[in-house]
């Protein structure tokens, strides 16, 4: 579980968080919303470490990360995995040798070990018959499956995906969704997604926290985001054409 209270970042005389207090629980895909600029990355990049808040806390099961140096922290850092907006894949490497790079840098496993950890991840992601291919030569959603592989090789206990379907076609980003809410379950993993995708809302919003300039506007889950009337999150909802349909034939039943 991941809490987070009272966060507030800001840049300069701007102030980007505004003391946003939420909590993300294990086994749940977790989704941060919101229009663009309002501070969906700022926010995830505050949980990860990388910007040090100003004031507030986030506790990673209960131990207090944003309290600790860049050296204590690294305990905690070696329990997250991280998904990567397009994949992030090294171009070199082959699906295998990408999978073990965690493993090499966190560990001190041996080469056979690792690949043996490597396969039993690969084979988990359905990319059997791909441990020698380059990312060049596979797909799009192929790729999102090794960035996959490769954050849950450490066995994270955390996991981030930055927009992990950005770039894929409405079916395969609805299998690589399914894949993560799998995965989040079968290894009860607190998995935080940042996604600008409704249909991911649809599919796997289990808690959905939604970001408006830098303030927490509406938190819930994928059954109460359709039914809120709170404007803000009906105004960003309800933007699509599509969703508006959904609407339309919801109320007409
Ligand atoms: N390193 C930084 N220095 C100064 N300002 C920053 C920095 N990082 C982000 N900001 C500002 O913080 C605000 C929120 O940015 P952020 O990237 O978190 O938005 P976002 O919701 O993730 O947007 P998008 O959906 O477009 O990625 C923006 O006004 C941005 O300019």
Redesign the pocket.
Known sequence: MIEVRELRKG??D?E?LKGLTTSFDKGKTNLII??????????I?SMLGL?RPDSGKILYDGICYSDLDFEEQRAIREKIGMVFQGSALFDSMTVEENIMFPLQMFTKMKKTEMRERANVVIDRVNLENANHKLPSEISGGMQKRVAIARAIVNNPRYLFCDEPNSGLDPHTATVIDNLIQEITKEFNITTII?T?DMNSVMEIGEKIVF?KE?NLAWEGDKTQIFRTDNEEVTNFVYSSNLFKMVRKAQNAQ
Request: glycine share 24%; proline share 0%; charged share 10%.
């Open positions: 840049f300069g701007v980007v919101g229009q663009s600029g309002s501070g969906k990355t700022v926010f990049k910007f940042n600008h970001l830098g």
